[in-house]
């Protein structure tokens, strides 16, 4: 059996606030095209730089029970496809950066950024769900968020648990993601399909935020099979072939998870 699939990213440029015009403009940019997996960027239906917690708090949402995630059902069901996306969950009080996973059959599941990024610490709580990997039916898909590419035991724990492709929502401010992605993908043989956003922020005083775009998807041997512009709202789909994230052999003597030495690695510091 083939096991080529398409995934595709939608690199958007929301207007802070405008939740119903930030979902219809992300199904107009998309259009008709056909891919099994679709990422959305972090936050993609409010905007990312809230001014107060109140602010951040009117525009978070239960999940699966809100608005946006509804949206993102029935968008997956009437086209045939899973889509990744990132929104402001509520849950009770408190916040989190989260991102949904969906399919034909429904809600999936989600995920709650682990490493918050400065401002966000303002109106977000770290994540308190495990990384996990959720079954796609066609792929096995891991979800990290944006800043969480910073710590590579993100993309490894996915990697270890089966991933075959991480999803990345992002709204990237730093210039080393897109780099940096290409050795999580070189280091696990996993895809990763990043999907960032562009456009500036200009909400809190003296904190005007400009966002990279460079939208992309790389393959297991660190390839960058597509990349986005760095200011532009665009839409893409590629071919992929999961056999190449399964095959985790580097040659006939070397295989990347099991020549691991867990043996030495102390990655709690403790020595
Ligand atoms: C970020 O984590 N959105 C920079």
Wanted: glycine share 8%; with cysteine; proline share 5%.
């Amino acid at each position: 059996m083939s096991s080529n699939i398409k995934v595709g990213f939608l690199q958007t440029q929301p207007e802070f606030g405008a939740v119903e015009e930030n979902l219809s403009q992300a199904k107009k940019l998309w259009g008709e095209r056909k891919s099994d997996l679709l990422v959305l960027p972090e936050l993609f239906n409010t905007g990312y730089q809230f001014q107060s917690l109140a602010e951040a708090r009117n525009l978070s949402e239960p999940i699966p029970d809100g608005p946006t995630t509804r949206f993102l059902m029935d968008w997956a069901r009437d086209a045939g496809m899973a889509i990744v996306a990132g929104l402001a969950e509520r849950d009770g009080k408190t916040l989190y950066n989260s991102a949904v996973i969906v399919g034909p059959k429904g809600f999936i599941g989600k995920f709650r950024k682990a490493h918050i990024f400065d401002s966000e610490n303002n109106f977000f709580q770290p994540g308190d769900l495990p990384f996990t990997v959720f079954d796609a039916g066609f792929a096995k898909i891991g979800i990290m968020i944006c800043f969480d590419w910073r710590f590579p035991e993100t993309a490894r724990t996915l990697a270890l648990q089966g991933a075959d492709i991480i999803a990345h929502p992002s709204n990237l401010v730093l210039p080393d993601c897109p780099q940096a992605m290409i050795t999580r993908c070189l280091e696990n043989r996993v895809y990763a399909v990043t999907s960032d956003r562009v456009g500036t922020e200009k909400r809190a005083p003296g904190e005007a935020l400009k966002f990279i775009g460079q939208s992309q998807v790389v393959d297991p041997d660190g390839t960058v099979l597509i990349r986005a512009s760095e200011d532009r709202e665009e839409a893409h789909v590629v071919e992929i072939d999961l056999a190449k994230a399964r095959n985790k052999r580097i040659n006939s003597r070397n295989d990347l998870f099991a020549d691991r030495r867990e043996d030495l690695y102390r990655i709690d510091g403790k020595g």
